[in-house]
């Protein structure tokens, strides 16, 4: 069952892959490792700063300077990613695009989540079998749930992971976690009880379009992505979920990142599309009236706030909307 598993290199965002490589791509000439280095800090800065807007508080340079030896000790490892992926070729210690990094670029300027595709297609069929070997292992089990008992990161728990099909160390686990959640192709939930972690993706022998926008060809199969949806099938799902979340009152202000989660598990969509549909259904006129509103973020209700506030959609001032409320439109 281990065979073809091994640990992964810790790169798990998105805007920092893409970042980088749109750095290299647009340099011309390439990058010289410590642009290279500097570039990433500046990125991993920036999403720190965004993280700490959303949850409305402020942190002194001198934190962000302590950060600096931290953040560039994972440099290596995402450079070893861009060159498995066919990303990168280094020259001479200068790093410079290839065919590859200039296609996805291309894309991401036409279409963000064919980017997606494009950059996820040379991940699964690169040398490192793991991020295939995981999506396959999620999508047989539809989903893995540590009870709250395991919580803690230790034996205990990787037992248990290893039990349920997925021969990692734990910090390889929740790296692909998080990568794969930035990436559209799963979701995980935490409550009191549970940590679910859930496929939002289909794969099949075949191509397979019927229901999703984009695929991706795996090494021994097709993954399908990224579900196809209405705005008024959406609304419909919406409130559905909004009305078991409030006992089945109308205007009742709730936490938008529960309503998110919830709408995700039960209709397997990832929060991405999620936040692209309500803000189109919040602006159009309809049966419904949709508020979304800007509120105080409770991390202390969980630890997962703070990435899950990070992707919320946000207003026209840059401030993220976590809270929603929904009325019935009285006409006359």
């Known amino acids: 069952m281990k065979e073809g598993w ?34 990433i800090l500046k990125l991993r800065l920036e999403r720190e700063d965004r993280r700490l807007r959303a949850l409305q508080r402020s942190v002194s340079l001198e934190n962000h300077r302590r950060k600096r030896p931290k953040l560039l000790t ?17 020259d001479d210690e200068i790093i410079r695009s290839t065919t590859n990094s200039r296609k996805l670029i291309s894309i991401k300027q ?29 999508f047989k ?33 929740f790296i692909l976690r998080d990568l794969f959640y930035d990436f559209s192709l799963l979701n ?25 926008k984009y695929k991706i060809k795996g090494p021994d199969a097709h993954l399908n992505f990224w579900p196809l949806k209405t705005p008024n099938d959406f609304v419909k799902e ?7 979340l409030t006992d089945n009152k109308w205007n009742r202000m709730i936490d938008l990142i529960t309503l998110r989660e919830r709408y995700s598990h039960e209709y397997a969509v990832p929060e991405r599309l999620f936040d692209i549909l ?35 959609p946000c207003n026209k001032f ?9 009325g019935l439109v009285i006409t006359q």
């Not at 064919?114 to 991020?131: H, I, K, M, P």
């Not at 989903?143 to 910090?171: M, N």
């Not at 993706?201 to 229901?211: K, R």
């Open 238 to 244: 919406l409130v559905d979920v909004y009305l078991s």
């Open 74 to 90: 994972k440099v290596e490892q995402m450079i070893r990613v861009l060159w498995k992926t066919g990303m990168i070729v280094k």
């Open 6 to 39: 091994k640990g992964v290199r810790p790169v798990r965002f998105r805007e920092e892959i893409f970042g980088v490589i749109d750095r290299i791509v647009s340099s011309g000439e390439g990058l010289s490792i410590e642009e290279f280095r500097n570039h």
């Open 110 to 138: 036409q279409d963000e989540i064919g980017a997606d595709a494009f950059f996820l297609e040379c991940l699964v069929n690169s040398s490192f079998r793991t991020y295939w070997l995981f999506l396959r292992q999620l």
């Open 188 to 212: 995980y939930i935490i409550d009191e009880s549970f940590q679910n972690i859930f496929a939002l993706y289909t794969i099949e022998d075949e191509i397979e379009f019927s229901s999703y």
């Open 278 to 312: 309500i803000q189109q259904v919040s602006k159009q006129e309809n049966r419904y009236k949709i508020v979304l509103s800007v509120g105080q973020i409770d991390i202390s209700r969980r630890s997962t706030y703070i990435t899950k506030a990070l992707s919320l």
């Open 318 to 326: 840059g401030l993220p909307y976590s809270l929603i409320r929904i």
């Open 141 to 173: 089990r539809g989903q893995i749930s540590i009870p709250s008992s395991l919580s803690k990161r230790d034996a205990r728990l990787r037992t248990y992971i290893i039990s349920e099909g997925f021969p990692l160390d734990l910090w390889s686990f």
